[in-house]
């Protein structure tokens, strides 16, 4: 199996600007645009997008309407672009990216291709934030549905979790498997609307390792742990 083409799974609420940087960067810096998938995930309600998205001139483009109106559940989107995506080939990484980051490498997917191919997909890749985590958390990631499907955990991001700690999840299971790949001369910049020198909810939450999860180990740990079990007995890792 050699992987050939990225799914860029994108859940957008309510930033177009953001969302068409995010889209015009990625081809732009691509080495190959003919190779990216786009698959967003949209507010029903959310008009302007909306209309942007399903005008949005590409060939591999597929556009998921979401009717819940409960608020952002990051989970809950990445699992129906994981479960509904019209490019679900094996051959077609799966990723975690949002609207609020930006391409700044050019070849970024050469890269990321050639890192997999490298694994025999057999990996989780994260790219420089260039913010606060950079190796030390996949707040973007690309990956394979060999390794989701090998977790035998039944979905993409962990659901259970309301305080969207899928970043955590990730980055756990990536690195206690021995399948974690950085990439720190591939920029995907993360910047948060409030600037990198105050402390938003996400510097809050992740500026010292894991801060947020202090104390709630003992409910990650057994699904991280069932996870890494499986990827190890099904040859994964």
Not at 49 to 64: C, E, P, R, S, Y
Not at 83 to 91: I, L, P
Not at 142 to 148: L, Q
Request: aromatic share 12%; net charge neutral; with cysteine.
């Amino acid at each position: 199996m050699r992987y050939d083409s990225i799914n860029l799974m994108l859940p957008t609420r309510r930033r177009l600007a953001g969302l068409k940087r995010f889209v015009h960067t990625a081809i732009d810096k691509a080495d190959e645009a003919g190779r990216l998938y786009f698959s967003f995930l949209v507010d029903a309600d959310d008009s302007p997008t909306m209309h942007w998205a399903l005008g949005f001139q590409w060939n591999h483009k597929h556009v998921i309407i979401d009717h819940d109106t409960t608020g952002p559940n990051l989970s809950r989107y990445y699992n129906r672009l994981y479960d509904e995506s019209a490019y679900s080939e094996e051959r077609t990484l799966v990723s975690m990216v949002a609207d609020d980051m930006y391409f700044d490498s050019q070849g970024w997917d050469t890269a990321i291709l050639n890192a997999v191919n490298a694994r025999k997909g057999a990996a989780i890749v994260w790219c420089d934030d260039c913010y606060i985590q950079h190796e030390k958390m996949a707040v973007n990631l690309f990956t394979t549905r060999r390794v989701v499907d090998g977790t035998c955990l039944g979905e993409f991001m962990w659901s259970r979790w309301r305080a969207n700690m899928i970043d955590v999840v990730w980055t756990e299971i990536a690195k206690r498997a021995g399948i974690a790949c950085y990439l720190p001369d591939v920029r995907l910049v993360h910047e948060h609307n409030s600037g990198k020198r105050v402390k938003d909810e996400t510097h809050l939450r992740l500026s010292k390792h894991y801060t947020f999860a202090a104390g709630k180990w003992h409910i990650l740990n057994p699904y991280i742990d069932i996870a890494v079990k499986s990827l190890r007995e099904s040859g994964v890792a």
